[in-house]
Antibody, heavy 116, light 113 residues
Framework: EVQLVESGGGLVQPGGSLRLSCAAS????????MNWVRQAPGKGLEWVSY????????YYADSVKGRFTISRDNAKNSLFLQMNSLRAEDTAVYYC?????????WGQGTPVTVSS | EIVMTQSPLSLPVTPGEPASISCRSS???????????VYWYLQKPGQPPQLLIY???NRASGVPDRFSGSGSGTDFTLKISRVEAEDVGVYYC??????????FGQGTKLEIK
């Protein structure tokens, strides 16, 4: 069974930082490009960042560019999102997800709340 | 950036009746390989999105055959032949063709009458 398990979310003050992790199991993680997608409370889905299988290609949404950094460790089957200079509008559930191959793997999400 | 526009945004349906959701993209999602790069997801209450349809018309693993996807170019449709109570949730279309960014539709909330 494929599992993607996010962790690292929580309550943080504006301007603070968080590091999200996504632990993958049951799949050949290194064969998949991966993404972070977020969902603000009561809102729709917003793509945040993409990383290719070998980490050679990385993309960010304009809303997070310069503040967020995506990375992966294929040896440890893990995906990461370093989030700095957090703002109230970054409050959301963050999902790691496979969006390109038709397998449709998503984690359960980890909530991030940015508030003073 | 490709904009994905769904309609309707709210869809009340009687169990056993059919339902249809439209998704229009601002640019063609038809690749030269003949595939239409549109995916459909269902997000049930309190759950992450689950993939229903990929590449326009292919049902994902385990998806009931009452779900079908059709369309080409810029106009796409998700159809449910007979709605069941478990189909309640928000349906999203998404394009992974011209990235970044990956873009989602606004969502269509299906509810049971």
């Amino acid at each position: 069974e494929v599992q993607l398990v996010e962790s690292g979310g929580g309550l943080v003050q504006p301007g603070g930082s968080l590091r999200l992790s996504c632990a993958a199991s049951g799949l050949t993680f290194s064969s998949y490009s991966m993404n972070w997608v977020r969902q603000a409370p009561g809102k729709g889905l917003e793509w945040v960042s993409y990383i290719s299988r070998s980490s050679s290609t990385i993309y960010y949404a304009d809303s997070v560019k310069g503040r967020f950094t995506i990375s992966r460790d294929n040896a440890k089957n893990s995906l990461f999102l370093q989030m700095n200079s957090l703002r109230a509008e970054d409050t959301a559930v963050y999902y790691c997800a496979e969006l390109d191959y038709g397998d449709g793997y998503w984690g359960q999400g980890t909530p991030v709340t940015v508030s003073s | 950036e490709i904009v994905m526009t769904q309609s309707p945004l709210s869809l009340p349906v009687t169990p056993g009746e059919p339902a249809s959701i439209s998704c229009r993209s601002s640019q063609s999602l038809l690749h030269s390989n003949g595939n239409n790069y549109v995916y459909w997801y269902l997000q049930k209450p309190g759950q992450p999105p689950q993939l229903l349809i990929y590449l326009g018309s292919n049902r994902a693993s385990g998806v009931p055959d009452r779900f079908s996807g059709s369309g080409s170019g810029t106009d796409f449709t998700l159809k449910i032949s007979r709605v069941e109570a478990e189909d309640v949730g928000v349906y999203y279309c998404m394009q992974p063709l011209q990235t970044p960014p990956y873009t989602f539709g606004q969502g269509t909330k299906l509810e049971i009458k």
